[in-house]
């Protein structure tokens, strides 16, 4: 509960898996030797990967047809041209010409037909459970992108090339390179030409307005009209709280705060408080009813006596249409409409990160939670980086580190190093409730000890997936059509599960897919709607402006954002906290 006259959160949420305060005696010992585990691991569980290893590597000693299948491919490639090989390139470095003369293309050669074989011994073998088999497959998967000649002076055409012109300039430059980075990742130096160029609430997180609400978990942001009029209905963003907000507020020319307000929208933003050891205590349901449901309260009262369009990204969607399923069963729900960015609300074929979640390797996150009270960015961060090592590890290690070429600092990447930490609490249900239950899409999710239901939600949606996100698949963010009988609008765009977001106009070589499946309407499964649906080009952000105008009401005055004390203004003070 929230005591309102000091302002502090009293967090009373008990959970029998999250991370206690006091680790127990008996306890103690495993926590201990999870933590010594995890800094030499990671934080991956040995013993999960041990046990799906051991579960493929039985049952491929059993399958006999596939020993047959991997021994025939083997005899297949020894003669095999680069051709037939190319059939299992996904590391689109080795496509170009310089690939083809000797010995780089028997370099390639070897690699793709050692990446074919493996792709085939680690996949659909009888018998593995799947989780196993994702498991294994994921990490082969990890390995040969590490053997890549794409990552490697000698073997690297290109590499060697630059070398020889430059007469070794770019591994000087590049030795430099990876000094700076070593010296800001372990030795907290500060990157200072990204810090000189971009800065939060100097030329990043501009758009004018002020903090008009603050608690222990998050500052409420208004912003300031910049037309006569606006829209009746309020717009509040909830972002996610594993990232600072302002990737919705970047530099002026692809903010998304912005766009809506110049296009006469009153917006409310959610700035998350980036957690510290003394919360390790807070809960999911903090966030949902301490956090947002203290939001909404706030917004209802600067604007009262109006619904409000709810918007959500990644977690902040899943938070939002917890949210909305719970007020909707209390009979109280303050939205016309929500808009999903990226979020998924059933979690059964949520991807690769479902693989770092088991009850084997939540146990070793709660023990390396339980040590500082929070799951530290780092950790985040490198979880990312696994599941896109091919281009956020290895693609950066040869332009940076072989080609000696800087990768030039922009608001995006600004942002992305701006990392976040979760509370330990927090993480735990989430992770529990979320990726291994899936409780929300399934209705056990509890608040205030009953159920909610996603099907109880009665306002139209707008849904938004990215093509190429590795945190919430396209088809796992469309399962909300088998979840949700209302009116979806379900918008499928090119990019990324950030990228493909900011996508504001004038972006180069942005493209879209949309259509509305009514409250009455025939389901569509993912893949057949990928191939009827057509193909828009440009920026989506219009396409959901004009849907967002169209649920409005009448256009009301420009509401001025004065001033309120004690509150600073925007961009707040919780998204300067490190």
């Known amino acids: 509960m929230i005591n309102h006259e000091s302002n502090v959160i009293e967090y ?66 020894a003669s095999a041209t680069n051709t037939h090989v190319d059939e299992a390139a996904s590391d689109n470095r080795l496509t170009g010409a310089e690939w083809q003369p000797w010995p780089y293309a028997l370099y390639r050669q070897n690699y793709l037909a050692l990446r074919q074989w493996w792709q085939l011994a680690t ?12 498991m294994v497959n994921f990490s082969v998967r990890q390995w040969l992108e590490a053997l890549s000649p794409a990552n490697y002076l000698f073997t690297n055409p290109k590499v060697i090339q630059k070398t020889m012109e430059s007469a ?48 222990n978990l998050l500052e409420l942001i208004q912003y300031s009209p910049t037309t006569d009029e606006v829209c009746a209905e309020p717009v509040l963003v909830v972002p996610a709280w594993i990232m600072k907000y302002y990737i919705l507020d970047l ?16 917006v409310f933003m959610i700035s998350w408080k980036n957690p510290q050891h003394e919360d390790h205590n807070v809960g999911l349901m903090d966030y949902l009813k301490h956090g947002l449901g203290e939001a909404i ?47 998924q609300t059933d979690f059964s074929d949520a991807g690769d990160l479902r693989l770092f979640i088991d009850e084997s390797q939540l146990s070793m996150l709660e023990a390396v939670m339980a040590k500082n009270g929070y799951l530290p960015k780092e950790s985040m961060a490198g979880t990312f980086v696994m599941l896109r ?6 693609a950066r290690w040869v332009k940076e580190y072989l080609l000696g070429e800087r990768q030039h600092p922009n608001d995006l990447l600004t942002w992305n190093k701006d990392a976040t930490r979760m509370p330990a609490r927090m993480h735990a249900e989430y992770l529990r409730q979320c990726y291994l239950h899936n409780s929300l899409a399934s209705g056990q999710l509890m608040v205030d000890d009953k159920p909610i239901a996603l099907a109880d939600i009665q306002v139209p949606l707008f849904v938004v997936g990215t093509a190429k996100d590795h945190v919430a698949p396209w088809q796992s963010v469309y399962k909300i059509n088998l979840l949700i009988d209302k009116d979806i609008t379900f918008l499928l765009t090119n990019g990324g599960h950030n990228a ?16 509305t499946r009514k409250e009455d309407g025939t389901y569509l499964p993912p893949q057949a709607w990928l191939d009827e649906v057509p193909m828009k080009e440009g920026s989506w952000w219009p396409e959901w402006q004009q849907w ?30 490190q």
């Open 12 to 77: 009373t949420y008990t959970d029998q898996h999250a991370v206690p305060d006091d680790v127990s005696e008996p306890l103690k010992p495993d926590y201990a030797i999870n933590q010594l585990l995890s800094q030499f691991t990671g934080g991956i569980d040995p013993v999960a990967y041990s046990l799906a290893f051991t579960d493929w590597f039985i049952h491929l000693l059993l399958s006999l047809g596939k020993q047959q299948a991997l021994l025939d491919l083997t005899l297949t490639n």
């Open 123 to 134: 996949r659909d073998v009888p018998g593995v459970e799947k989780h196993h088999i994702d």
């Open 168 to 215: 070794g300039a770019n591994l000087v430059k590049g030795t430099d390179n990876l000094l700076e980075d070593i010296q800001q990742q372990y030795l907290n130096e500060s990157d200072e030409v990204s810090q000189d160029r971009y800065k939060v609430g100097e030329n990043i997180a501009v758009t004018p307005g002020q903090v008009v609400f603050k608690n």
């Open 251 to 266: 530099s002026p020319h692809n903010s998304l705060v912005k766009f809506l307000v110049d296009k006469g929208h009153t």
């Open 297 to 343: 309260e706030a917004v209802q009262k600067r604007v009262p006596d109006q619904r409000i369009n709810g918007v959500g990204y990644c977690l902040g969607g899943t938070l939002l249409a917890m949210a909305a399923a719970w007020l909707e069963r209390e009979k109280r729900s303050p939205f016309c409409a929500l808009t999903l960015l990226a979020a």
């Open 389 to 394: 090592a091919n281009y956020l590890l290895w």
């Open 500 to 515: 493909g977001i900011i996508s504001e106009p004038g972006h180069p070589h942005r493209v879209y897919q949309i259509s």
């Open 548 to 577: 967002l105008e169209a649920r409005s009401g009448a256009m009301v005055p420009a509401r001025e954002v004065e001033p309120v004390k004690p509150f600073p203004a925007a961009p707040g003070e919780y998204v300067l906290a």
